[in-house]
């Protein structure tokens, strides 16, 4: 049974370009989260999708958006990259039929912005 | 507004010791609790969770945590510790009143070390 995935492992972008996260959720699971780690800190709530509409977002500005398929796979988007930006950027899966379980992640995403 | 500290940036203990790492949380209202890991360069992995009933939760690897109300806090606990024990540990909280969703806050970390 394969995890939650996502792609890329490693990214390298430049200051006021914009990239895509990608995460495939463990199977069985409707919903996706997305967390975004600065080192050395604990991870950061951004948004979560479920039935593909987002439905709780974190204290994020607007440059960071999403989408959820029809699939349960989801993306990530950041606008007009900041260095502050760079971070682990994790996708965690979970079934939402109970709101209380637990989510799964996957091994992340590590931006730079240089 | 939902958080957790986690007072200890590091615990250092001696390999078939026992290991306690705090947690102490704040939500206007009962909390779900949970512990997760963290090895380099991996994503985390859910180690255990209180949800209700039995105040000692016991999970993976032979860890287990105490939930206190009063104190609000949710110690992680091992009874022996192993050096492949040594990551970072995350304790996270998610209220389970207010907005429809299971958005988690996360405490800063505590690095585990354990020698052999």
């Known amino acids: 049974d394969a995890g939650v995935t996502q792609s890329p492992t490693h990214l390298i972008k430049t200051r006021g370009q914009q990239v895509t996260l990608r995460c495939s959720p463990k199977s069985g699971h409707d919903t996706v989260s997305w967390y975004q780690q600065a080192l050395g800190q604990g991870p950061q709530f951004i948004f979560q999708y479920y039935e593909e509409e987002e439905r709780q977002r974190g204290n994020f500005p607007d440059r960071f958006s999403g989408h959820q398929f029809p699939n349960y796979s989801s993306e990530l988007n950041v606008n007009a990259l900041l260095l502050g930006d760079s971070a682990l950027y994790l996708c965690?899966?979970?079934?939402?039929?109970?709101?209380?379980?637990?989510?799964?992640f996957g091994p992340g995403t590590r931006l730079t912005v240089l | 507004a939902q958080s957790v500290a986690q007072p200890e940036d590091q615990v250092n203990v001696a390999e078939g010791n026992p290991l306690t790492v705090k947690c102490t949380y704040s939500?206007?209202?009962?909390?779900?609790l949970f512990w997760y890991v963290q090895y380099p360069n991996r994503g985390l992995q859910f180690l255990l969770k209180?949800?209700?009933?039995?105040?000692l939760v016991k999970g993976s690897y032979g860890f287990e945590a105490e939930f206190n109300k009063s104190q609000t806090s949710f110690h992680l606990k091992k009874p022996s510790a192993l050096v492949s024990d040594s990551a970072l540990y995350f304790c996270?909280?998610?209220?389970?009143?207010?907005?429809?969703?299971?958005?988690?806050?996360f405490g800063a970390g505590t690095i585990l070390r354990v020698k052999s």
């Open positions: 209180y949800i209700t009933g039995d105040n």
């Open positions: 939500v206007s209202g009962n909390p779900y």
């Open positions: 965690a899966s979970s079934l939402e039929a109970r709101s209380y379980n637990e989510q799964f």
């Open positions: 996270a909280v998610r209220d389970r009143k207010g907005e429809y969703g299971n958005k988690l806050v």
